[in-house]
């Protein structure tokens, strides 16, 4: 994590009114920078600290509120029961085989993970929403319906 990005996300959240669609530069790249490293697990929302503790990263959070007021609606294609009409992408986006496989989970048709989102490997998405921030860890079903909500953390197995 950089002091720099979470200056920025901080300052953008106590600017926020201002920000819109069209917001463009520093604050978009931040904000944006952010949400791949929650969607790639070099940032997590909240996570334990050496001492045991959990700690949560609010600039993380708001990065996640500012994404909204960043991204206008748009067609997200999806399989069934997509396309859908939204703000953040699906993760799957523009995967193939090679990804999910280097990715290592077992997603099953009807899961809705959205952009921003962390699996780690040998977790199983049955039909089920995980929303954005959210941290699902090692060897753990999100089971039929469930939904992970945004920035929520799930342990392992």
């Known amino acids: 994590m950089s002091s720099d990005l979470k200056a920025m996300i901080e300052a953008a959240w106590d600017d926020r009114d201002a920000i819109t669609h069209q917001t463009r530069g520093a604050v978009r790249e931040a904000v944006l920078e952010t949400i791949e490293q929650l969607d790639a697990v070099t940032l997590r929302v909240a996570e334990r600290n050496a001492d045991g503790d959990w700690v949560t990263h609010q600039w993380a959070k708001q990065a996640i509120l500012l994404f909204f007021r960043l991204t206008p609606n748009s067609l997200v294609d999806a399989p069934a029961p997509g396309p859908y009409w939204d703000k953040v992408p699906s993760k799957f986006t523009g995967w193939d085989a090679a990804r999910f496989e280097a990715a290592g989970f077992r997603a099953v048709p009807g899961c809705v ?35 992970v909500g945004s920035c929520a953390q799930i342990g392992k197995n």
């Open 113 to 147: 993970v959205r952009k921003g989102a962390f699996i780690a490997k040998g977790a199983v998405l049955t039909p089920s929403f995980v929303n954005i921030g959210a941290y699902v860890d090692e060897g753990t079903m999100v089971d039929t319906w469930a939904t």
